[in-house]
């Protein structure tokens, strides 16, 4: 497979994980937006959609990595770390679900921090207003979950801010596979 289309990697990911999300909540009428994380849908234990899911967020991370090492690296270096890095903490909250409490609450954190991280790199790299559009809207879904502002599960922010993350990640995917800088 050539460069070029190793970039369509950076469109497939999030929606090979937006489908197995959906797929994960329409199978679970026990999940709840105002109570719930994402992850109660993984939890091995408590979950009958746990392989579903959880198969989900790893093969995401598996297609995030390859797109970062790929295409995605020479369009932008320092934030493929970046994506590297969020795609293998996503691969680590699957295969430490939350049956494993603690590791489970290390490794979202590093998950969602990494996003964070690849936003405030590709900011620097590329001048992109779509990434600070994300990470503004990513931390404010954060920060105003974490002083209650709203009543929601934590899965509000979850969603909010890997949607704002991935819509610069997706663009970044078809500027590279049709080869032009700016759309």
């Known amino acids: 497979m050539n460069e070029r289309n190793y970039a369509l990697l950076g469109l497939i990911a999030p ?4 489908f197995f999300i959906a797929a994960s909540i329409a199978l679970s009428p026990w999940f709840n937006w105002g109570t ?3 992850s109660d849908l993984g ?4 979950s009958e959609v746990a392989p579903l899911f959880n198969f989900g967020l790893l093969l995401t991370g598996f297609l ?3 797109y970062s090492v790929t295409s995605f690296r020479g369009h932008a270096k320092y934030t493929s770390y970046f994506l590297v890095l969020a795609g293998l903490a996503l691969q680590l909250v699957a295969t430490f679900d939350e049956a494993y ?6 490794v979202s954190v590093l998950f969602f921090a990494s ?23 990513g931390a404010a879904s954060w920060i105003l979950y974490g ?5 929601a599960g934590i899965a509000v922010p979850e969603t909010v801010s890997s ?3 991935v819509t610069w990640v997706m663009l970044s995917a078809i500027r590279i596979y049709f080869n032009k800088e700016k759309l």
């Open 15 to 18: 929606l090979v994980a937006i």
């Open 36 to 38: 719930d994380a994402l």
């Open 43 to 46: 939890h091995s234990g408590n």
């Open 64 to 66: 995030m990595i390859v």
């Open 101 to 106: 409490k603690p590791l489970h609450f290390m």
């Open 115 to 137: 996003l964070g991280f690849a936003s405030i790199s590709y900011i620097i790299e590329k001048k992109s207003k779509l990434a600070v559009a994300a990470l503004i809207i």
């Open 147 to 151: 002083l209650k502002i709203y009543s």
């Open 163 to 165: 949607m704002a993350t």
